[in-house]
């Protein structure tokens, strides 16, 4: 596990450190939606790469507008709204920041900008996510060991309370009323937003738990990393891991599914070392598939359609492409 990993496929400059960087998951009538955020801003463009289109070189970034934000960006999340093949064109996403407060701003790209704030959590927000089919609700996890869900009026409308700091948030791909809260101490439960009642639970067997994910292609696969492994469940066998591997040297800090690949994976060591690496892994291959190298990589995301992620860093977006 010592290889220091090979460099990124393809680099985009940028003018600040980039914190959190976010594909849109979600069909924008576009090339990729892709959003990074550093101390006071939050750049939107769009990406395209060599594999879509031959016309290009490596990537093409073309920035569509850089959103002014209070204070630094420490999470975002796209909504499914966000168009850009019809007019008005619309880009709608949320973030949260160290205030404790959730922003939501939406952008015609002319002259209509909007922020809302939301106010409630009194502890750091870890992560957020738009309900996928209509986006009209978002969910946010926080150090106040609770999960909140907001309209887009910036109305709480309903509170889960956790039993240690909920560090991840996913929303089922065609439930609106499933959600999945991974907490800090090594569960993670899911629950039905009608009934307010936690409907399954998962458990790690060890914490602290970092960062969770469910896979979107294949819903009964769920994935987090807790210490420096990465588990996986098959929630309709055991509330306990399927399978378990040492990923990282230290500390792992993000777990990420491929968007077009149910067995492809990535995680991430913490951030703040020297270096960091990106591991992609596959479910059928013991080792990991790909190890690249970053200085100091910050955020995890992957393509809506290709088998390439993006960690941002220092004055850059790194990308890596894995072959399938």
Known sequence: MEDSGRGASYTVPCDDYVHVVEFSPFDSGSAALLAYGGNQYVVVGTCRFQEEDMEVEGVEFTTLRVFHHALRVDCLAWSPESRLDKLPQLIR??????????????????????????????????????????????????????????????NETTTFRLRSPGVSVCWHPEDAFKLMVAEKKGTIRFYDLVTQQAILSLDCGQSPLMSADWCLTNTIKVGAVTGSDWVIWDITRSSYPQEKRPAHVERAGNFRWSRVNENLFSTTGCPGKISSQLLVHHLGHPQPVMIGSATVGAGLSWHRSLPLCVIGGDRKLSFWMTEM
């Open 93 to 154: 996403f949320c973030t949260a920041a160290a205030d404790r407060k959730v922003r939501l701003l939406t952008s015609d790209l002319q002259n209509q900008h909007e922020v809302k704030v939301m106010e409630g959590h009194t502890s750091y927000i870890n992560h957020l996510v738009f309900e996928p089919t209509e986006g009209k609700q978002i969910a946010s996890v926080s150090d106040d060991h609770t999960c909140r869900v907001w309209d887009l009026e910036g």
